[in-house]
């Protein structure tokens, strides 16, 4: 690895005492962003360290929050890919509820994405049920396995989640004292069912539930629709996982959900109806953004939709992105060939380190007051902590939130381990689905891979492990003498923060090394 060559400090008089003020110029250790990033190198996020700034706030004193494009404020940096292994609408809600947001994945048709967009907006409460039980009227339970799940069995119009209707409820005490189970769900059911509105906070449910000493309570739209069930269990769950910042919701209170498109001509009746079932931003998906059918689509969008925030990208390098902000977008992506699923780089030779692509990006858009996301490369707080420092407003997770609870998919067990699906949409798993013309090969005679399919280890909720991550960033904000994003732009800007670049066996040595066994734990 290249090694920028250090200038020898300068002598100070032994009766000179800097002030912390004028120390980076009176020691010229390290290097600036502005001559380090441009040695013709392209650095990873491991490529480059920090070197530690001046502490004189507490830990619990940064402030993490930022925006996510030009009219969307978030109070925690943290973007769900739109990725169908990672983001529907429990991941959504999820990272609404934190203070992030997610983007709903368009590898999928335009009603069915819809669906999953008015389902996040229909909640208030931190989390999506995925095990409810459902029968119709005139179904017969006879097998006590549908109890499985739920201490009770819902019994709507059709007998399915989509338009669920609510009409009554089957207790399993009740269907145990049954002589007949050949019967009807109708004949037995209970019609009366006590509701709250989904419009209820998670405060509200959870007071009602104490109050009224119940185990579980559905929550109801305005037309009767069943829309979630929070037993006594989930509020003790809940309750149990660390705080972190204001939600991201909207006037109403609802929760701030965005939605991926592509750049077909398909994609205009795709954004009406996103728009139509309440999208907040959208997210042009493209692996290279700068495209004439991205930019027109950009256009498109903002013409037919004013007032909404469209995320252009993905870009790597200045002139992309600056094609792209005059084409009005209100926000860029960031990355390319960076992701642990992404083949990008290797199968097409083109892409940059994700460092040096953040740094550049950020470099030019800070100009025009476009937020940028760093997307790709995030596999530790201290990614994000770089991320973040070199100019990203947020940072987008695929592989970070992949096998989380939240995460779409089924849990698999392979080897001893727990875990789940996730896979690249640049793999010919998730071609076949449409996401081909995120690589602008939908109309190609054959298909290229540009991404695998894997899986990952069970990570449980992101209620839990998001919170604990964004403590460790503020760690890391702390030591760099930063107490906001905004502040530590400026350390990076002015040359305040030095940086280095690592040799392989620094990299090494900044991990756990030198041990026969050891477990980690990150919290």
Not at 82 to 90: A, C, G, I, L, R
Not at 285 to 314: H, T, W
Not at 383 to 408: C, D, Q, R, W
Not at 422 to 430: D, H, K, P, V
Request: charged share 20%.
């Amino acid at each position: 690895m290249h090694r920028p060559q250090l200038s020898s400090p300068k002598t100070l008089p032994a009766t000179q005492a800097p002030s912390m003020a004028n120390l980076t110029d009176d020691f010229e250790d390290g290097f600036p962003a502005t001559k380090l990033f441009n040695q013709g190198y392209s650095y990873t996020y491991d490529d480059v360290i920090f070197l530690p700034h001046y502490i004189d706030f507490p830990t619990d004193a940064v402030n993490l929050s930022t925006k996510l494009s030009t009219n969307i404020n978030l109070s925690v940096p943290c973007v769900a890919s739109p990725m169908d292994t990672v983001t529907e609408s429990s991941m959504a809600v999820a990272m609404a509820s934190l203070g992030g947001i997610g983007i709903i994945h368009s590898n999928n048709t335009a009603v069915e994405q819809a669906a999953l967009i008015r389902s996040a907006k229909s909640h208030r409460i931190p989390y999506v049920s995925t095990d409810i039980p459902f029968v119709n009227p005139n179904d017969c339970i006879l097998d006590s396995s549908v109890f499985d799940s739920f201490p009770c069995v819902f019994v709507t119009e059709n007998g399915c989640q989509k338009d669920r209707k609510l009409l009554g409820v089957v207790d399993k005490l009740v269907w145990d004292s049954l002589s007949d189970k050949e019967a009807r769900v109708s004949s037995y059911m209970k019609k009366n069912v006590v509701t709250l509105p989904n419009t209820s906070s998670f405060n509200d449910v959870a007071g009602y539930l104490a109050a009224n000493d119940l185990d579980l309570v559905p929550l109801v739209s305005e037309n009767g629709e069943l829309v979630d069930v929070v037993s006594g269990k989930d509020v003790e769950r809940i309750n149990g996982f660390p705080k972190l910042g204001l939600p991201t919701v909207g006037k109403g209170g609802e929760f701030l959900v965005g939605a991926s498109i592509g750049t077909r001509e398909s994609d205009k009746e795709r954004l009406k109806q996103l728009v139509d079932a309440g999208a907040d931003v959208i997210v042009i998906d493209s692996s290279q953004g700068n495209s004439i059918y991205q930019i027109e689509m950009i256009k498109y969008a903002k013409k037919m939709f004013p007032s909404l925030d469209v995320i252009g990208g993905n870009v790597v390098t200045m002139y992309q992105a600056q094609n792209l902000i005059q084409a009005g977008v209100d926000g860029l992506r960031v990355g390319m060939g960076s992701g642990s699923i992404c083949t990008t780089q290797e199968v097409c030779a083109v892409g940059r380190g994700q460092a040096t692509a953040v740094y550049k990006v950020a470099s030019i858009a800070s100009q025009s007051g476009i937020p940028i996301i760093a997307d790709g490369g995030i596999s530790n707080s201290g990614h994000i902590v770089k991320a973040l420092t070199l100019g990203a407003s947020t940072v987008m997770m695929g592989s970070f939130l992949a096998g989380s609870t939240e995460a779409p998919g089924v849990y698999e067990f392979q080897g001893g381990r727990k875990v789940k699906k996730y896979r690249g949409m640049g793999s010919l798993e998730a071609m076949t689905k449409g996401s081909d013309a995120r690589y602008l090969g939908d109309t190609a005679k054959m298909k290229i891979a540009q991404g695998v399919v894997g899986a990952v280890a069970d990570k449980g909720s992101v209620l839990k492990f998001i919170p604990y991550t964004m403590q460790a960033v503020k760690q890391g904000f702390q030591d760099l003498g930063a107490d906001s994003l905004q502040a530590a732009h400026e350390l990076l800007r002015s040359g305040t923060l030095r940086l280095e670049a690592r040799t392989g066996a620094a990299q090494i040595e900044g991990g756990v090394h030198g041990l026969v066994s050891y477990e980690k734990k990150a919290f």
